[in-house]
């Protein structure tokens, strides 16, 4: 069993840096944070937060690693821990894809928190000025999440 667990984590893990990569030329438009809601339905919480921490540090690698990544990390955690909690009174898709659409505006929020610190910015300004970003990130990940929800439910027919 924890052969299947490890190599599922890992297999996940890869699949999320493959795609942060592949969307990198749109900036906020990324798959992986739907798929790590995803895997909260599918496997559980803490495997989301393994595989979300796994792949914002394997990316942070490829892409250029600094402090920022703990705050993605800890963003991550508050972001997908709020969404399991929710989730379990939540069974429509439409719901679930509003929550995680607000969700993901508050990783927005959260993220400017870590950033203006690094940067030295005042956090109100730079909050504002990163709303089309928040925005792009969270409508394309209420996008992904139904058709991931899809993919997952046919490999998995289970519980998603």
């Known amino acids: ?4 667990r490890l190599t599922r984590l890992a297999i996940l ?5 493959v795609l942060r ?28 937060i393994i595989v979300s921490t796994l792949t ?7 892409m250029g690693f600094s402090v920022i990544i703990l705050g993605q990390i800890i963003s991550y955690v508050l972001i997908l821990s ?3 909690m929710i989730f ?3 069974k429509s898709i439409i719901l679930r894809t509003l929550l995680i659409f607000i969700l993901t505006m508050l990783y927005g929020f959260l993220i400017s928190i870590f950033s203006a610190q690094l940067f030295g910015s005042p956090f109100w300004p730079f909050w504002i000025s990163g709303l089309t970003f928040d ?4 409508v394309s990940t209420a996008l992904f999440f139904p058709i ?7 490999i998995l027919k289970t519980r998603c």
Do not use: E
């Not at 893990?13 to 840096?17: G, I, N, Q, S, Y």
């Open 1 to 4: 069993m924890i052969t299947t």
């Open 13 to 17: 893990t890869a699949l999320a840096c």
């Open 21 to 48: 990569i592949a969307f990198g030329a749109f900036p906020n438009v990324k798959p992986i944070t739907a798929l790590f809601f995803v895997l909260i339905l599918a496997y559980g919480l803490a495997d989301a």
């Open 56 to 62: 914002m540090i394997v990316t942070g690698f490829l």
């Open 82 to 84: 709020l969404g399991a």
């Open 88 to 90: 379990r009174w939540l």
């Open 135 to 138: 925005l792009a990130h969270a």
């Open 148 to 154: 991931l929800m899809t993919i997952f439910k046919n």
